[in-house]
């Protein structure tokens, strides 16, 4: 019989269309027990694609997967609007909607490059209050979600041939392809619907190299576990000797070393990430720790992982 406690690593699922983020990660944990789960980014019930699941200890792993670029193909219907800004509300087709030329898609599009505002779904999971706002709209109640910040990396047209226009997107965590859609036919005078989307990536995960959900059981699962390190490729890395991993472990500090690739890393399909975290690994390769320089030649545990 498996040990499950022991469970830690990271799964790259290709979530199908018809359920939810948190439904999919239900049904990896009831082969993961006792290890519990969570995913790293969250995908609307119509979409499909990557979805990076942490198990076990890997779960304290989470914000640094939500750190890495992610890639999207999205499909829109414009000219129809819904309350959802998808499909999976009740679709209204607006009356002699105006019909962009690809040449007019392609000026707007620099608009919504780099660091925007963004204001999310009102049928989202945001929380207003306790409640998730998708709740509130659904009983009707009246709110405004704040406009965020969002980061988009690069946005392409893959194919237009109207109403039908599919984008290729590569973003930053926290971005709704929904309003991306919305926003930009806003500003073709329009409206849009969402009608597909594909995470085609999440950093290095890709989904060539995503696991069916309907393929895993206890056996298969143990084989498409990747290890914790997988989550912080984007992180500098530093390799520790038996004597610093005593010193992390008890709380302490370690030198930080002269050389190395300094505090940036280079996400893999993305721009480059600068901030004062390692990732530490022991003499086998294994994640060790996440440190973070407290002071300048002195590097600090943020986390200290047995995996």
Known sequence: MHNMASLVGLLNVDKPAGI??????????????????????????????????CVGPATRLIQYVQQLPKHYRSTFL????????????EVEILDDAP???????????????????????????????????YDLARRGERFELPPRTVTIHSLKIVEYQFPVLELEVVCGGGTYMRSLGRDLAAALGTAAV??????????????????????????????????????????ARVELNDKQLTELRHGRPINAPRSGRGAGGSSPGGPPVTNSEYAGVDLTGRLAAILFEKHPGQLWPARNFEC
């Open 99 to 133: 019909q962009p030329t690809r040449d007019q898609i392609e000026a707007a599009l620099p608009r919504f490059l780099g660091d925007i505002q963004q204001v999310p779904p009102a049928h989202s999971a945001i929380k207003i209050g306790g409640e998730r706002a």
């Open 78 to 89: 414009l000219g129809q609007r819904s309350v959802t800004d998808d499909t999976d509300g």
């Open 194 to 235: 969402m009608s597909a989307l594909v995470r085609t990536a999440i950093g290095p995960f890709t989904v060539e190299g995503a696991v069916s959900l309907n393929g895993l059981d206890a056996d298969t699962l143990r084989l498409h576990l990747q290890p914790p390190l997988a989550a912080v490729g984007h992180l």
């Open 20 to 53: 939810t983020s948190r439904e999919a990660v239900d049904r990896i944990e009831r082969l993961t027990r006792p290890a519990r789960c969570g995913h790293a980014g969250t995908l609307d019930p119509l979409a499909t694609g990557v979805l990076v699941v």
